[in-house]
């Protein structure tokens, strides 16, 4: 190695040559280099979210969760199902296997699956079924309602929603503000 070395230091022009061969090779590189900012990060996961006002967290989970969970039974390639559930709201992520060769249609069972669902109590909104993607994870998940129902209107809900809205867009870097519901 030492000889190379000292081969290298009296040679010059060669040398000379070597470190331009080195940046050359390194621009073109750069060049057609496939550059992201933010590139698209897929967590193989689906979140089924549903809304039942004045549910509470033990009758999301028997009237909401379970229903849908039994349904997602019949679907292939799902590894793991967790449910959530607080007042009001179920959350359902679904964790799909690693070997699956076309997650889209797998997703698209899981939301015809989730619409077949007829047992769910009148009042609970239709299931929201998202993929959960890197570039649209929700940092914020707010639920808004009155503690008791009589005491505010529609109206007034929709108006705490409309200013929430507005607040939150106003804020850097927020990219949506997507509201579901109610509405």
């Known amino acids: 190695m030492l000889k190379l070395v000292r081969v290298l230091m009296s040679q010059k ?3 000379n040559l070597l470190v331009f061969l080195v940046f050359i090779i390194g621009y073109r590189t750069l060049i057609h280099l496939n550059r992201e900012s933010f590139p698209e990060v897929n967590f193989d996961m689906v979140s089924i979210t549903t809304i039942y006002p004045g549910g509470s967290p033990d009758e999301m989970e028997q009237l909401v969760s379970i229903p849908i969970e039994k ?7 799902l590894d793991k199902v967790r449910s959530y559930n607080i007042e009001n709201v179920s959350v359902i992520a679904i964790y ?7 997650k889209k249609a797998v ?10 669902v007829t047992n769910l109590p009148e009042k609970a909104e239709k299931p929201v079924v998202e993929e959960i993607k890197l570039d649209k994870t929700e940092v914020i998940y707010a639920a808004i309602y009155s503690k008791d129902n009589n005491k505010a209107t529609y109206k007034e809900l929709r108006q705490v929603a409309d200013e929430l809205e507005d607040y939150i867009y106003d804020i850097d870097g927020v990219a949506e503000v997507q509201p579901f519901g109610f509405l």
Do not use: P, S, T, W
Not at 71 to 77: A, C, I, M, Q
Not at 107 to 116: C, L
């Open 96 to 102: 799909l296997e690693d070997r699956i060769k076309n």
């Open 13 to 15: 022009l060669l040398m």
């Open 107 to 116: 997703i698209q069972d899981i939301k015809d699956k989730v619409e077949a």
């Open 71 to 77: 349904k997602l039974r019949e679907v292939d390639g």
